[in-house]
T-cell receptor, first 112, second 114 residues
Framework: SQQGEEDPQALSIQEGENATMNCSYK?????LQWYRQNSGRGLVHLIL?????REKHSGRLRVTLDTSKKSSSLLITASRAADTASYFC????????????FGRGTSLIVHP | DAGVIQSPRHEVTEMGQEVTLRCKPI?????LFWYRQTMMRGLELLIY????????DSGMPEDRFSAKMPNASFSTLKIQPSEPRDSAVYFC????????????FGEGSRLTVL
């Protein structure tokens, strides 16, 4: 069953600006992942944050997790045109199978 | 490693025809997933295998869809007969171990049913 939903659905910014995407989910999780999908390509894993972590960094990416609010955010700092893609959060499905289920994604456009 | 390999990348067929999509997972991975992506429904899990055994096929839309994994290095998703509403991008992904860890996706098979 689908758990996570991203917000906003679409985001358009200028190069150099920061981009923030949010993910809300419904039930308790042990981890949350963020993926990126370039147009016409498969999804690529960006970062995994565990339920006992509040923040994680990877290069220009910063992910936060608030388990009390059942939400996560992905921040891309100093965005580049090459960051244009769709971004998805994935959470383990409810029911104990722990299979990643995906939201509909945020479509990010970074204008040069 | 070459990553997850899917074929064909693009398939255009007519309603009623049989469609077979193929996937080669990353060597050593013991979980294989088939997802379908559409604008309307996003990314949906169709079925997944563990050690070549189908574990959960509750996402398969109907009996027209079937999936097999005859060995650790090959899986197929078959649609027979195909319908226009099956038009979507079908992704195969693999991973090692349970626990909702990182999935490795193929580039997808874009299916268009006329």
């Amino acid at each position: 069953s689908q758990q996570g939903e991203e917000d906003p659905q679409a985001l358009s910014i200028q190069e150099g600006e920061n981009a923030t995407m949010n993910c809300s989910y419904k039930t308790s999780i042990n981890n949350l992942q963020w993926y990126r999908q370039n147009s016409g390509r498969g999804l690529v894993h960006l970062i995994l944050i565990r339920s006992n972590e509040r923040e994680k960094h990877s290069g220009r990416l910063r992910v936060t997790l608030d388990t009390s609010k059942k939400s996560s955010s992905l921040l891309i700092t100093a965005s580049r045109a090459a960051d244009t893609a769709s971004y998805f959060c994935a959470t383990p499905s409810s029911g104990g199978s722990y299979i990643p289920t995906f939201g509909r994604g945020t479509s990010l456009i970074v204008h040069p | 490693d070459a990553g997850v390999i899917q074929s064909p990348r693009h398939e255009v067929t007519e309603m009623g025809q049989e469609v077979t999509l193929r996937c080669k997972p990353i060597s050593g991975h013991d979980y294989l997933f088939w997802y379908r992506q559409t604008m309307m429904r996003g990314l949906e899990l169709l079925i997944y295998f563990n050690n070549n055994v189908p574990i959960d096929d509750s996402g398969m839309p109907e009996d027209r869809f079937s999936a097999k994994m005859p060995n650790a290095s090959f899986s197929t998703l078959k649609i027979q007969p195909s319908e226009p509403r099956d038009s979507a991008v079908y992704f195969c992904a693999s991973t090692l171990g349970a626990g909702a860890g990182e999935l490795f996706f193929g580039e997808g098979s874009r299916l268009t049913v006329l």
